[in-house]
């Protein structure tokens, strides 16, 4: 099945010439340019192509650490090797250093978007003429989330919290009884869609925005957390990925933003770039073509200054509001806290008990929806992500969820749109148990008394 990466890469210059060869017309249609994406010429997107590959012998989190300090964004674990997508450059980097790179055939990444699909009736789940794609756009996404606002206007309220670097608003739905009132209740926060190409994750807010509207007053868990906490829902953090993602014929394997770097790459690893730790330990890349690169100093980027303002912003009489936080990415079924930086269990700020009540926790919501509950480093160390700061900085409760599939074989970062509903509806019962842990997550290893007495 796999190809050695010398052929893939034959191939890819075979299809790199043929492109250029075309005339501008018949360009165009093969690959739009974006004109909302200002920095993405058609010309660089195919210099830049990018493949997968599986990096074999790496078997423990110190090896695939290194791998990624070496610049390679990890997709997704195995049991002894890893996979990773890459541009021709850091792969050749990768293997200079001795790494042993094997090209992965693409397969459900090849699939159309429904923005340039003009009916291809067999293209099942990614769209066709008379069938839209089940995975939204950014435009059909604010277009879901303005008419669950209109539908709710008492249980849901848009606040645009910010632009994305190319100036696309980034919304943040408020979901509470009598929402127009800031309470005095344990807030909530759920990211989605840090990176570009991660779209079920979008799926996942708009399933949360569907089912506790329709649900309030009539589910009770649902009706006394909308009662007794204040939800935030940001659908997506990178809107301008998203686009970028979604925007030619078929999806670009895109994570990171697209604001320009000092070298003619573009982007920065949202979830490198936040200010705790920032480049510390070898869990990110200074070479800006590198997926995991962590932009020019903490907070470069602009969606993660537009994040970190808005959780700063919640600090109301001195005191953080948010208590939880679940970031939404995906694919490989996992739930993770911190801290990534370190492989130690503890450390500053971090002790025994928060440990214990992060892990007790994790485990619960695990349980529900059948994820793999583990400290984020377990993996491979990573610094600047947004559970360190979350919680090294806020101390806000922070965990990443990584959703369906989990493996690469279940469509990786492209699952067909029939798994939707299945996989957003998986986290109902996991979102519901971080809200009702959320007013004294030490309730959880029997230590309300000592932490939680106000
Ligand atoms: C992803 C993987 C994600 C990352 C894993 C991770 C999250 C590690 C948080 C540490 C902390 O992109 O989905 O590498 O950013
Ligand atoms: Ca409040
Ligand atoms: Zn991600």
């Not at 996992?334 to 492989?343: C, F, H, M």
């Not at 619960?364 to 994820?371: D, F, L, R, V």
């Not at 979102?431 to 009702?436: A, G, N, S, Y």
Request: charged share 20%.
């Amino acid at each position: 099945m796999r190809t050695s990466r010398r052929g893939r890469r034959t191939t890819a210059a075979a299809l790199l010439s043929l492109a250029l060869a075309l005339p501008l017309g018949a360009q165009a249609i093969a690959a739009p340019p974006s004109s909302s994406d200002r920095s993405g010429s058609g010309t660089a997107t195919h210099s830049s192509e990018r493949l997968q590959y599986e990096v074999a012998g790496m078997g423990t989190a110190a090896q695939r650490t290194q791998l990624t300090s070496a610049g390679a964004a990890i997709d997704s674990v195995l049991d002894h090797s890893v996979l990773i997508t890459a541009d021709a450059a850091t792969a050749e980097r990768l293997e200079k250093r001795g790494y042993q790179l094997t090209a992965v055939p693409a397969a459900a990444g090849e699939a159309r978007t429904h923005d340039h699909d003009h009916g291809h009736a067999d293209e099942g789940d990614f769209g066709t003429a008379n069938v839209p794609s089940q995975y939204h756009s950014y435009a059909q996404m604010n277009a879901a989330v303005d008419s669950y606002v209109r539908q709710y206007p008492n249980l849901m309220r848009k606040h645009v919290i910010g632009r994305s670097y190319q100036g696309r608003d980034i919304v943040a739905v408020k979901v509470s009884s009598n929402v127009r009132v800031d309470e005095n209740k344990p807030e909530i926060l759920f990211t989605h869609n840090m990176h570009a190409r991660e779209h079920l994750t979008t799926e996942m807010a708009l399933y949360t925005l569907r089912e506790f509207g329709a649900q309030y007053g009539r589910d009770a868990r649902v009706t006394r957390m909308l009662d007794e906490r204040e939800l935030w829902i940001i659908p997506s953090l990178n809107p301008d990925g998203k686009v970028y993602d979604m925007s030619s014929g078929s999806f670009r394997n895109w994570r990171k933003n697209r604001q320009p770097t000092p070298t003619s790459a573009v982007g920065t690893d949202i979830n490198r770039n936040f200010a705790y730790r920032w480049g510390c330990c070898g869990g990110s890349s200074n070479n800006p073509s590198s997926d995991v690169y962590r932009g020019t100093g903490p907070e470069s980027g602009t969606e993660t200054r537009v994040l970190a303002n808005f959780v700063r912003s919640r600090i109301v009489g001195g005191e953080q509001q948010i208590a939880a936080h679940i970031d939404f990415h995906s694919y490989s079924e996992l739930i993770l806290w911190p801290y990534g930086y370190t492989y130690n269990d503890t450390g500053p700020g971090l002790n025994q008990d928060d440990r214990d009540a992060f892990a007790t926790v994790g485990r619960q919501m695990a349980a529900s929806n059948g994820y793999r509950p583990q400290q984020s480093s377990d993996l491979y160390l990573t610094d600047g992500s947004v559970n360190d700061w979350m919680w090294g900085e806020q101390r806000i409760f922070s965990y990443t969820f990584e959703m369906y599939p989990r493996s690469a074989a279940g469509g990786g970062f492209y699952p067909p749109g029939s798994v939707i509903n299945r996989e957003t509806a998986r986290n109902r019962e996991a979102m519901l148990i971080l809200m009702e842990n959320a007013d004294c997550m030490y309730r959880s290893i029997g230590k309300q008394q000592q932490y939680c007495s106000a």
